[in-house]
C-alpha cells in the first residue's frame, strides 16, 4: 500500500507543471504592489499605491520599475502625485473642461525623477523606479504614489483593476486580494487611522521568463595550478547565431541603442568572446596560510552599454561559515537552512563601488576576502576551495563543470622527484670524496 501511494504521489508531481517562480535562496522573496482606498466621494476616489521588493537580494535597477494594470470600466486619473503615466491617452470626451491627467485604458506608470519639485513628490517616491533588495538598504526597497481616480458615470464604487504588471522582465503578478486594511499614524502615534479597503497584488521572478539564456558566467583560477579555467564556451550565446550581436575587441560601434527609449533597458551589446556574457564573475584562490585562506574576487562588465548599478553577488560556498574579513565590499550571510551558513551576499561600498561601469578599463569591481580554515568542512581538494553557485543581480552564473576546476599538484611525482634528487646528491658527495 505504501509503494502505491509513493508511486501515486510521484506521478502526480511529475504532471503537475514546476513552481518556476520558486527561489530556494529567498523563498518568501516577491514584489508586493498595494492599493489603499483612502477615500471615495461621487465619481472620484483617492487611492495610494504602494510597492515593495521584499527580495534579500534581487533589486529592481535603472530604468526602473513601470507598473502596469487594465481598468475594469471607463476610469480615468485624474491627477497623480509622485509618479506619472507614461501617455495621456484619448481624453478628447472631456472638451471644453480640465483633461485628466490619464484617459488610458491600460496605463503604464512609471516613478518621477530625483529632483523633482515638492508639490509634486510623495513619501518614498522619486527614485527613478530604482528599488534596492531588502538587504542592501531597508530605507529605499519601497516606493508609493497618489492618485485621484474617476470615472464618467456617478457611482462611489471602486472596482479594482486586474492584469497587473511591474515592468520588468521575469516578473509576473498575481490579481487583486483583499486583505485588513492599512493603519496609518500620525502625530507621533497618538492618532491611528485606516484605509477604507486595501488590496495586495504579489508578483514573483522566475529565470525562465527573464531571459532564454544566461546572463553571466564564471572562470577560476588557484595559487597552486598555473591553469587558468575560463568560462565554459557559448554559456550565454554562441557568436554568428541568429540573434546574436558583438563588438570585436578594438572596434567601436558607430551607434549606441540612438532613440532608445529611457523608461526601457536597453539591448545587451557585449564584447566578443567564446563565452559571450555581458558580466564575468572571476574567482581566484590567492593565497594559503596555517590557519587562513584568501580569496579575490573579480567582476568585469563585458557589456558595452550598460552600467549595473547597486548590484549583488551572491555566493554559496561551504566554507562562508568562517569567513574573517571582507575587503571593500559590504557582506551578509543569507541564513536560509538554520545554523547552516553556507550562503552569503556581497555588494558595493556607496560611492565607491556600488556601479559596476560599462565596458572598458574601468569595467571591473574586486574584492579580497580571508577565511578561516575549518578541518571538518574545508580542504582545498576535490575543488572545496570553489564556490558551489554564484548568481549576479538575481540570475545564476554558467559555472565550469567540476572535472576542470584546477587540481591540486600531483603529491606522488613531487615525492618522486625528491627521492630523485637526494639520490643523485649522494651520488655526487661520492664522487667528490
Known sequence: MGMVLIFISFTLLCLVPPSYGFDPMDPQGNITIKWDLLQ???????????ISNYQLYRHIEPPGWKLGWFWEG??????MTGAQATQQGNCSRFKGQQLPHS??????????LPGTPYNRQT?????????????????????????????????SNFTMPFNFSVGIAGYSCS???????????????RRWTQALGTWDVICIYSLTLASPSPKCCVSLSSFYSKTIVPCPQCSC??????????????????????????????????RCTRHMCPVNVHWHVKQSYKEYWRVKMTMTNLNIV????????????????????????????????????????????RFYNDVLLQEGEMGNVQSEMLLRKDPGLFTFREGWAFPR???????????????????????????????SAIFFSFLLLLVMF
Open 40 to 50: 471615495s466621494n461621487t465619481g472620484t476616489t483617492d487611492l495610494k499605491i504602494s
Open 175 to 189: 490579481n487583486a486580494t483583499e486583505v485588513p486594511a492599512t493603519k496609518f499614524t500620525t502625530d507621533g502615534g
Open 103 to 112: 484617459c488610458e485604458k491600460a496605463p503604464l506608470i512609471v516613478d518621477l
Open 74 to 79: 471607463d476610469e480615468v486619473i485624474w491627477s
Open 123 to 155: 513619501a518614498n517616491c522619486c527614485r527613478g523606479g530604482v528599488l534596492t533588495s531588502m538587504t542592501q538598504d531597508p530605507s529605499k526597497y519601497t516606493a508609493s504614489f497618489q492618485m485621484n481616480v474617476g470615472v464618467a458615470t456617478d457611482s
Open 237 to 270: 550565446g554562441c557568436q554568428g547565431l541568429p540573434g546574436t550581436q558583438c563588438v570585436k575587441f578594438g572596434d567601436v560601434p558607430s551607434l549606441l541603442q540612438q532613440n532608445q527609449d529611457p523608461t526601457e533597458a536597453p539591448t545587451p551589446l557585449v
Open 306 to 349: 550598460k552600467n549595473y548599478s547597486d548590484w549583488t553577488l551572491v555566493v554559496m560556498h561551504p566554507n562562508l561559515q568562517s569567513l574573517v574579513q571582507v575587503f571593500s565590499f559590504n557582506f551578509k550571510p543569507l541564513n536560509q537552512y538554520g545554523s547552516v551558513n553556507d550562503t552569503g551576499m556581497f555588494w558595493g561600498t
Open 389 to 419: 553557485r554564484i548568481s549576479f543581480n538575481g540570475d545564476d552564473c554558467v559555472m565550469p563543470p567540476p572535472d576542470q576546476y584546477p587540481k591540486l599538484p600531483n603529491m606522488g611525482n613531487t615525492a618522486k622527484s625528491s627521492r
